[in-house]
């Protein structure tokens, strides 16, 4: 016991050394000298002078002590797990797996017209936006089973429409597979290939019950050994029981899995509160070829 703990804690410390990369923030003087803001990833913040060439080359050791890190982390990993570094990938679905077709607020005001739908994509947008981003008072999640309360509220508040109709209309298109296209035309040939080479996939998102059927109306939900989502499980990204759901579906220790997902909060630290590795969608990782190729399976 004390064996597999010392391993997830060394796991957990190199994980996060790999991925604390500082950012830099730049301006300019009155006496011509560039200053730079290093922004450290726990909030504080330092600021010193350099000249352009000194932040070239600090900027180039930087990256080249973070790349000897993270060659050092992965082989430490490929040793414990025979030639890959993680024994299962958990993967977001929206933004990550898949991504709408259009814009929201264009498909909110194309179905809306014919309902009296007069607002314009730019506001129908904002006040998304709003509405999104305020406290969801009848309950702790979001996404309850079908999710139809808090999804109502949204397009009610989004369009000035209140309509049953117009709501149910749009609430089952978001079901098809005309509304989604995956972000990858290459991830079922890297998923077949993961699986192949005995590595576990899951879904993890936070998403009401659409979510299953709508997987299966994109012929992807064989791809995968488990779905952990939100409205089933009770709990929303980034609370860990979500991933750690995930890890139990699939028989997985949570050290074994890496999360793959486009939301630095809700996916990386949430996985990695979890004891998950994590990797950040469009930025540690461009693709699922990536994906693969990093845990050790050539595609």
Not at 46 to 61: G, V, W
Not at 205 to 210: A, G, L, Q, V
Not at 272 to 292: H, I, M, N, P, T
Request: glycine share 8%; hydrophobic share 35%; charged share 25%.
């Amino acid at each position: 016991m004390s064996l597999m703990a010392s391993r997830a804690k060394v796991t957990r410390v190199l994980s996060s050394l790999t991925h604390r990369t500082p950012s830099f923030i730049s301006g300019s003087c009155s006496n011509g000298v560039t200053p730079n803001i290093r922004v450290d990833p726990f909030g504080g913040s330092r600021s010193f002078s350099t000249s352009a060439s000194a932040a070239a080359t600090l900027d180039s050791d930087v990256l080249g002590s973070r790349l000897l890190g993270l060659k050092d982390y992965e082989d430490y990993r490929r040793a414990l797990y025979g030639g890959i570094t993680h024994k299962a990938l958990l993967v977001d679905a929206v933004g990550t797996l898949v991504v709408p077709s259009q814009p929201m607020a264009q498909i909110y005001r194309q179905i809306g017209e014919k309902y009296g739908v007069e607002y314009s994509e730019a506001e129908i947008l904002n006040r998304y936006r709003w509405a999104y981003g305020q406290p969801w008072g009848r309950s702790r999640l979001r996404y309850v089973n079908d999710g139809r309360p808090f999804w109502q509220f949204i397009v009610s508040s989004s369009t000035g429409c209140s309509d049953s109709q117009y709501f149910e209309e749009l609430y089952n298109y978001y079901t098809t597979e005309k509304a989604w296209h995956l972000c990858d035309p290459e991830a079922e040939k890297v998923f077949k290939a993961l699986r192949k080479s005995g590595v576990k996939l899951a879904v993890v998102s936070n998403f009401d019950t659409r979510l299953r059927p709508l997987l299966r109306a994109l012929n992807c939900d064989q791809w995968f050994d488990a779905v952990a989502v939100s409205a089933e499980v009770e709990a929303e990204k980034p609370n860990p029981t979500i991933f750690l759901k995930a890890c139990d579906l699939l028989g997985v220790k949570p050290e074994d899995a890496i999360h793959v997902g486009d939301d630095r909060r809700n996916d990386i630290w949430g996985a990695r509160d979890a004891g998950c590795d994590a990797w950040l969608w469009g930025s540690d990782v461009q693709s699922f070829k990536e994906v693969a190729q990093r845990i050790g399976v050539q595609v």
